[in-house]
């Protein structure tokens, strides 16, 4: 079964704003609505969410940086 996170849970998750989920939603990242303890809430779930976090994930220049970092070390200890 498929786990479901609202927006505070899923920024959590991924160590992003609440306000970067809800623009991911705006970017088409589907979601749905889930009634909790009489309240309805937008969710949406772990596996999509991760997906989306891991394609924005390698566009972040920082993580960029760092993976340009790590290739240049192994090139350096494989030329040795």
Do not use: C
């Not at 899923?10 to 809800?22: E, F, G, M, P």
């Not at 088409?28 to 976090?53: C, N, S």
């Not at 924005?56 to 070390?73: C, F, G, S």
């Amino acid at each position: 079964m498929a786990k479901y996170l609202t927006y505070r849970e899923a920024a959590t998750r991924t160590r992003r704003s609440i306000r970067t989920i809800n623009r991911w939603r705006r970017g088409g990242m589907p979601m749905e609505w889930q009634k909790r303890d009489g309240q309805r809430f937008r969710v949406v779930r772990e596996d999509i969410l991760l997906k989306w976090w891991r394609e924005r994930l390698t566009a972040w220049p920082t993580h960029q940086y760092r993976l340009r970092k790590v290739r240049i070390e192994a090139d350096t200890r494989h030329a040795e």
